[in-house]
């Protein structure tokens, strides 16, 4: 008996162990980007080939990126071959993302029943995702049904939602989405779910308006075989598990073995072992076979009005064909029309910028796909594929907190294709209007934050730091040689309100309430230190601040520190004043430190006439520097309106030179000479330095614009913008951050920005007390194999990469105005990229310094 039982305990064993593989480990793997150009396209396919590396994203034509995953064992390898290519790291360590990626949340619903949003909080498994979708129609017995398309290879059900509107089932034009095709996509199986969520439990008119007019059929998960093999054994598997007759391979591309255009030369691998491999025969998968044959049904049934196939990551909106570049669908016109207006909408709700286009020219040739057989052979009115966020980033391995903006903005596109034609009347004000559109109102839209909802970044608590004393504090300097950050503050939280120029404030223009300070924070301590003031008593009023070494002593030994200085106008304010004066006569302070003292002695005040609105400096020496005027208009609603019109590009920025930097007799002006460097820009406010030595980064407040300039001429300097960032907020000061520990494959460094979430809640808030006025960080970095000086001008992030690295809703900081970085050492981290944000505020009690992944 004894034996029995060890025999059959061996065979469970056994049994287990082949239907259970082991589950495929991804700690230490690192995840590259390498750029592809016509001079390398071979060479990074053939480290590909050699060395047998799986790719997110193949080299397929110059002008990509290759997305390429490499083990620890190949990494030295890797590196070597890949030598002088400047291979950028996505993923520092590939099991860590994908163990915070798959920690999933436990479903349950209220005592009532009722699904809701927090299902779109995390990823889910796959159980979870079929009772979610019967929990959902449950909720909506008399409008939806579960339906199937058929069983997969492993007898696992094509599981999706039907639901209609007051019409019934089964009498109107069909809508049918896809996901989860490929299973390692798994964003795309919640933003289908969103979709679903979203039209059933919306009060809309808009939205029942479709429900009246359509029948709605998604299958969140297409490819149930393989995303369970996700969960189970390899995160990142694409295909079916449909075993190949003669191979040990395992799996068919599901969307490479449609029965249309399957065997074109130049498409789809005939290699089982590919990861697209096209199948042995057009159709022969399981899941071909089932949901071509369910779409055709309903086609014949009912009509089929669209149908959009969802796939990660590139942030593509896609049309028919992918099989030719030169094949064009018959209804191309409209259907270009229909993806530019829905790449329009995704990008007004958070700013993401989707491309557009039929799919072989817009992302490579893709034979056998659904959209193709569905667009020919069942003919439906529309098709489309989406490829969701985002561009390489994360990749597949999407963090969670990205669902819900994921979801939020797929459906934006979404509901610009069920809105359908326009009359011809539409469209050709369309036309009329498009640029105004175009450059205008969809620019100042999304950047006001209309749309946008806060959000908060969580943090752990050993990661969040606060800085205390350190009030009001307009901007932040890192000095690199000492390690110090500089910043300019006041010592009333009120003192904004009484008294700021930049921000219309003039109620109390008392002098002894304007005691600015100069301050010194320490970042490996988060203490501040107030310098004394030598030589200076104000009244002090402070913006925007640089600082630079003291060129006559060592590097780091002592410094000059200019800052902006709003002071009341004497000739408006004495007795019988001038009423046609400006209330303000802004000026700038030069101050000299020694490191390490508790003082800071007051050189001299520069004075110009062309200092109307000063509001930010960059200094190239004791006695040169350059400053922004970020207004045209002093106060007043003139001034409101140089905010909100975007062509009302009336700023400029200066350069000074000094004749000597020390006083000298004459008054402030002595010795000053002053011309414009930089003009005819929108709202032009913050500066800063760059890597080189002539770099300058200059920032279009209300615009959202962030200018990459060069410094040119040598008397009457001026400043030459080569390229043009666009961040999806107003941004205040920015500051270049330069990596310490950069090397041949990851390079943090880049541009840091912040500002209101909600720009278009401004003007509400500026002058309110106590309000919470969420902020975003965001940076922007050179993207591989881009020169940071660029070429022309470009938008939508052009040569760089623009991510909001951290989130506030106004508990912690509210009104941002300056963010600064501090890399931490990687030996302190365990090899891992931190780095220490602090972010100030012109109107908060602290400055805040939160942890956060380069």
């Not at 390899?234 to 591309?253: A, E, F, I, M, P």
């Not at 506030?808 to 780095?835: C, F, N, Q, W, Y």
């Amino acid at each position: 008996m004894k034996s029995l039982t060890l025999l059959s305990a061996l065979i469970a064993s056994a049994s287990a162990a082949v239907l259970q593989p082991h589950k495929v480990s991804y700690d230490g793997h690192k995840v590259f980007r390498l750029s592809v150009d016509a001079h390398n396209i071979d060479r990074i396919n053939d480290i590909v080939n050699t060395l047998n590396l799986q790719t997110w994203k193949p080299a397929r034509k110059a002008g990509s990126f290759a997305d390429i995953v490499v083990s620890p064992d190949q990494l030295e390898t890797f590196n070597k071959a890949t030598s002088g290519l400047k291979p950028v790291v996505m993923h520092e360590d590939l099991g860590l993302s994908i163990e915070k990626e798959s920690t999933f949340q436990p479903y349950s619903i209220d005592a009532v029943k009722a699904v809701n949003s927090t299902w779109f909080t995390a990823y889910h498994a796959y159980a979870d995702h079929l009772q979610f979708l019967r929990d959902l129609s449950a909720q909506f017995p008399n409008t939806s049904e579960i339906v199937t398309s058929g069983n997969s290879l492993n007898g696992n059900a094509i599981t999706g939602i039907h639901f209609w509107g007051s019409s019934g089932k089964g009498v109107k034009p069909a809508v049918i989405l896809h996901g989860t095709v490929h299973a390692r996509e798994w964003i795309t199986t919640l933003v289908v779910e969103y979709f679903a969520y979203t039209l059933l439990t919306s009060t809309d008119a808009t939205t029942k308006g479709f429900l009246d007019k359509y029948d709605f059929i998604f299958f969140p998960v297409v490819n149930p075989d393989g995303f369970l093999y996700t969960q189970n054994t390899d995160r990142l598997w694409r295909k079916n598990r449909q075993t190949n007759s003669g191979s040990s391979c395992v799996g068919r591309d599901i969307n490479r073995n449609w029965n249309f255009q399957w065997n074109v030369p130049g498409g789809a691998s005939t290699n089982p072992c590919a990861e697209d491999f096209k199948g042995a025969a057009a159709g022969d998968s399981v899941e071909f076979k089932a949901l071509s044959a369910y779409i055709q049904k309903i086609k014949t049934a009912q009509g089929l009005k669209l149908y959009i196939d969802y796939h990660s990551y590139s942030q593509l909106f896609m049309t028919p064909y992918g099989y030719s570049c030169s094949a064009v669908a018959p209804n191309n016109s409209e259907l270009q029309s229909l993806a530019k207006g829905a790449v329009a909408a995704i990008r007004a709700v958070h700013g993401t910028s989707f491309e557009y286009g039929p799919i072989c020219s817009t992302i490579y040739q893709a034979t056998g796909s659904s959209v193709d057989y569905v667009n020919d052979v069942i003919k439906a009115d529309y098709t489309f594929t989406s490829e969701l966020r985002d561009t390489g980033r994360y990749g597949f391995v999407l963090p969670a907190n990205q669902i819900v903006p994921s979801g939020e903005e797929a459906y934006a596109g979404f509901n610009v294709i069920m809105a359908g034609r326009l009359s011809i009347a539409v469209v050709l004000l369309a036309v009329l209007l498009g640029y105004v559109y175009n450059f205008y109102v969809q620019r100042t839209v999304y950047v006001s934050g209309l749309f946008r909802n806060p959000e908060k970044t969580e943090v752990a608590p050993g990661d969040y730091k606060v800085i205390e004393n350190a009030i009001n504090c307009e901007d932040l300097h890192h000095h690199e040689p000492s390690g110090l950050i500089f910043a300019a503050c006041e010592d009333a939280p009120l003192s904004r309100l009484a008294w700021f120029p930049p921000l219309g404030h003039f109620s109390n223009p008392s002098t002894e309430r304007m005691k600015g300070k100069l301050q010194v924070i320490d970042p490996k301590t988060f203490k501040t230190q107030i310098l004394a003031l030598e030589g200076f008593s104000g009244p002090f009023v402070t913006h925007g601040i640089d600082v630079i070494d003291d060129p006559d002593k060592p590097k780091g030994e002592a410094v000059y520190i200019f800052a902006v200085n709003h002071k009341p106008n004497p000739e408006y304010y004495r007795e019988n004043g001038d009423v046609n004066a400006p209330k303000s006569h802004s000026v700038v302070e030069l101050f000299h430190h020694v490191i390490g003292s508790e003082t800071a002695r007051h050189v001299r005040t520069i004075w110009h006439p062309l200092f109307v609105t000063p509001n930010d400096l960059v200094a190239e020496s004791p006695a040169s520097f350059f400053v922004t005027n970020d207004h045209y208009y002093t106060e007043g609603l003139m001034r409101m309106v140089e905010d909100l019109l975007p062509m009302a590009t009336w700023t400029n920025a200066l350069h000074v030179q000094l004749q000597e930097p020390e006083s000298v007799d004459g008054g402030d002006s002595a010795g000053v000479h002053a011309s414009i460097a930089l003009e005819n820009l929108h709202n032009l406010n913050g500066l800063s330095h760059g890597r080189a030595k002539d770099d300058i980064f200059a920032n279009g407040c209300a615009s959202g614009f962030l200018h990459v300039g060069k410094i040119r001429g040598n008397a009457n300097k001026v400043i030459k913008v080569t390229e043009v960032v666009e961040f999806g907020s107003p941004i205040d000061n920015p500051s270049y951050f330069r990596d310490p520990y950069a090397n041949s494959s990851f390079d943090a460094s880049g541009v840091v920005s912040c500002g209101p979430t909600r720009g278009i809640d401004f003007f509400s808030n500026k002058g309110k007390e106590f309000v919470l006025d969420p902020i975003m960080v965001w940076k922007a970095s050179p993207k591989a194999g881009k020169r940071e000086e660029g070429g022309a001008t470009i938008k939508h992030g052009g040569n760089w990469d623009v991510n909001v690295i951290f989130q506030d809703d106004g508990h912690r900081i509210r009104s941002a105005s300056t963010s600064v970085l501090m890399a931490i050492d990687p030996k302190e981290e365990g090899g891992r990229r931190k780095a220490w944000l602090f972010v100030s505020s012109y109107h908060a009690s602290n400055v805040i310094a939160v942890k956060i992944d380069l």
